[in-house]
């Protein structure tokens, strides 16, 4: 339970790494980061496997560049459902997930390294 509270503090803190970074993505405050860290964790398990699977063909075709498209439209779905979030043009529908998997990445990694949400099971 305790892991999955850090993925969302981990993906919360890396949206507003992306909010600084890339224009044309905004949050308010820092409350709006995690429920939209929470909307995104959601879409990714029940939505994404669905779009992943429509769009294999295409993926396949452009050698794994269609999924920037899925990442990126999977990130606007959360954007609509999560208060406070929102992503407007096409670089940020892009470049949005690429920086939030880099960001998010290196803060799971950080905060694993520390034993930080890790049961006792999981640090040997």
Known sequence: MIGYLVTILATGLGLLVVDT?????????????????LAIGLVNSFVRPVLTALSLPLTFITLGGFSLVVNGLCLW??????????????????LAPVILSFASTFLNKYFAERGIGQTESSKA
């Open 21 to 37: 970074i890339v224009p044309g993505v905004d949050i308010d405050n820092f409350p709006s980061a995690l429920v939209a860290a």
């Open 77 to 94: 779905l959360a954007s609509l459902v999560a208060p406070g979030f929102s992503i407007h043009g096409l670089l940020a529908f892009i």
